[in-house]
T-cell receptor, first 118, second 114 residues
Framework: AQKVTQAQTEISVVEKEDVTLDCVYE???????LFWYKQPPSGELVFLIR??????QNEISGRYSWNFQKSTSSFNFTITASQVVDSAVYFC???????????????FGTGTQLKVEL | DAGVTQSPTHLIKTRGQHVTLRCSPI?????VSWYQQVLGQGPQFIFQ???????GRGNFPDRFSARQFPNYSSELNVNALLLGDSALYLC?????????????FGAGSRLTVL
């Protein structure tokens, strides 16, 4: 069975600080995908990134960066120079590779509430 | 382009009643998935439909059912409501291609069961 653990329930930082959100996953599949989603107070989940299990290169997108390490089954997310608008709940999720028409079953972690204060 | 739209946004029901939630996917998306998010938890997978056929079902009782229409919109039905069914119900659409699709979520339907 697949499992995603986000051990940090809530993190509070002051604006401009860097913050890392941890994600540890479990799966028996050799091919799988990892995601991060952001959920602002409005409730709508916003897609941030998708990585497949064969691509371990770290990725940077503006102030966001992701560190994927298969050896430790982790897919951590770092926000550099955090801003108040980054305040939200962040979810890490895991999916098996699906055939056409499938592959939409995401297993989510419990989320990390990030609060960025002035 | 419009995103994923869900209706109603909020609703209150009593135990034992029935509820129907509706979802319109992004134009061109052929797959719709439903997730339940209880307060303080991550979303839990309920169903996935692709080209009007069920392609996945999560660990939910038979009181939960869904269908997808020819225009790719979808309905989620829950019968004999229980207090524990109170949650945010999220619909997501995707193109439905091979691999793990990027899901685009709607804002959800918040159901309160009294």
């Amino acid at each position: 069975a697949q499992k995603v653990t986000q051990a940090q329930t809530e993190i509070s930082v002051v604006e401009k600080e860097d913050v890392t959100l941890d994600c540890v996953y479990e799966t028996r599949d050799t091919t799988y995908y990892l995601f991060w989603y952001k959920q602002p107070p409005s409730g709508e989940l916003v897609f941030l990134i998708r990585r497949n299990s064969f691509d371990e290169q770290n990725e940077i997108s503006g102030r966001y960066s992701w560190n994927f390490q298969k050896s430790t089954s982790s897919f951590n997310f770092t926000i550099t120079a955090s801003q108040v608008v980054d305040s939200a709940v962040y979810f890490c999720a895991l999916s098996e590779a699906g055939l056409t028409g499938g592959g939409n079953k995401l297993t989510f972690g419990t989320g990390t509430q990030l609060k960025v204060e002035l | 382009d419009a995103g994923v739209t869900q209706s109603p946004t909020h609703l209150i029901k009593t135990r034992g009643q029935h509820v129907t939630l509706r979802c319109s996917p992004i134009s061109g998306h052929k797959s719709v998935s439903w997730y339940q998010q209880v307060l303080g938890q991550g979303p839990q997978f309920i169903f996935q439909y692709y080209e009007k056929e069920e392609r996945g079902r999560g660990n939910f009782p038979d009181r939960f059912s869904a269908r997808q229409f020819p225009n790719y919109s979808s309905e989620l039905n829950v019968n004999a409501l229980l207090l524990g069914d109170s949650a945010l119900y999220l619909c997501a659409s995707s193109l439905g291609g091979e691999g793990a699709n990027v899901l685009t979520f709607g804002a959800g339907s918040r159901l309160t069961v009294l």
